[in-house]
């Protein structure tokens, strides 16, 4: 239940502080930091690939979990804390565009987490349980725990979002 909760606060804790934006300010960002449409658009594309993973994996039962020891312990400290580590290194894969498309974006980003919404409400604890994706620092983590992962990385995301709001208030 606590999974369903978080991925519901996901989409207002990143989509409700930009209701009010458009145009150009979807773009201007400080010092070469990512804009909001990227920031955006790198949380749809993270949501995007690990949400086809699963999706693909569904019906597998021959699954086990891959992840060191100090990738086991990461995961633990992390999501059971509500704690992610100092961002290191974002992968490659879920780099956004110079210039991503507010609306493209949003709407992927919805897409996204109603995917991630509809695996919770309709596979079964099992079925959740037993599938698997890869995070680069946590090893594999099933179904619930990448729930937790995306509410606790959009909530990470979403405190830059009022950053970059703060900054563009600034320079206005």
Not at 13 to 26: A, F, Y
Request: with cysteine; charged share 25%.
């Amino acid at each position: 239940m606590k999974v369903r909760r978080q991925l519901a606060a996901i989409e207002p804790m990143i989509l409700g502080p930009l209701e009010s934006i458009d145009g150009d300010v979807w773009h201007r960002t400080p010092n070469g930091r990512w804009s909001l449409a990227q920031i955006v658009s790198h949380l749809a594309i993270s949501l995007d690939i690990v949400g086809v993973v699963l999706e693909k994996r569904a019906e597998r039962t021959d699954m086990h979990r891959r992840a060191t020891p100090k990738q086991k312990l990461l995961r633990h400290l992390a999501l059971g804390m509500g704690k992610l580590p100092s961002a290191g290194r974002v992968p490659r894969t879920t780099y956004p565009e110079e210039h991503p498309d507010p609306e493209l974006v949003t709407a992927q980003f919805r897409v996204g987490v109603e995917r991630f919404r509809g695996m919770e409400k309709s596979w079964p604890s099992e079925q959740k349980e037993r599938i698997f994706a890869a995070h680069p620092i946590f090893g594999d983590l099933n179904t619930p725990e990448w729930g937790r992962f995306f509410y606790l990385h959009c909530r990470y995301w979403g405190h830059k979002i009022r950053v970059r709001q703060r900054w563009l208030r600034q320079v206005s």
